[in-house]
Nanobody, 119 residues
Framework: QVQLVESGGGLVQAGGSLRLSCAAS????????MAWFRQAPGKDRELVAT????????NYADSVKGRFSISRDNAKNTAYLQMNSLKPEDTAVYYC????????????WGQGTQVTVSS
């Protein structure tokens, strides 16, 4: 019952910052664990960050730890990914996804937004 739409991607120079948004249209957003994934050309999809329904627990891939920050505003039905100190290796299509806490699979997926970091 949740639809997700990402926005905020674009072209940025190395060292720059970008904030991605994920807007949810369904009523179950507040109960969902949210995540950001990314997929670079020729690479497998990678889990970037997760955040629990209340925003009290977050986790990050080692490659982005200290540079990226995931957050959510349940009143706005929106999740965010703040990306700082961007590197060319961060170039990928970024997807947001949602699931119930105790499920292994992410049920809801956005269409993706392209992030390109130039050197």
């Amino acid at each position: 019952q949740v639809q997700l739409v990402e926005s905020g991607g674009g072209l940025v120079q190395a060292g720059g910052s970008l904030r991605l948004s994920c807007a949810a249209s369904g009523r179950t957003f507040s109960s969902d664990t949210m995540a950001w994934f990314r997929q670079a050309p020729g690479k497998d999809r990678e889990l970037v960050a997760t955040i629990t329904s209340g925003g009290d627990n977050t986790n990050y891939a080692d490659s982005v730890k200290g540079r990226f920050s995931i957050s959510r505003d349940n009143a706005k039905n929106t999740a965010y990914l703040q990306m700082n100190s961007l590197k060319p290796e961060d170039t990928a299509v970024y997807y947001c996804a949602g699931k119930l806490l105790y499920r292994t699979r992410y049920r809801y997926w956005g269409q993706g937004t392209q992030v390109t970091v130039s050197s």
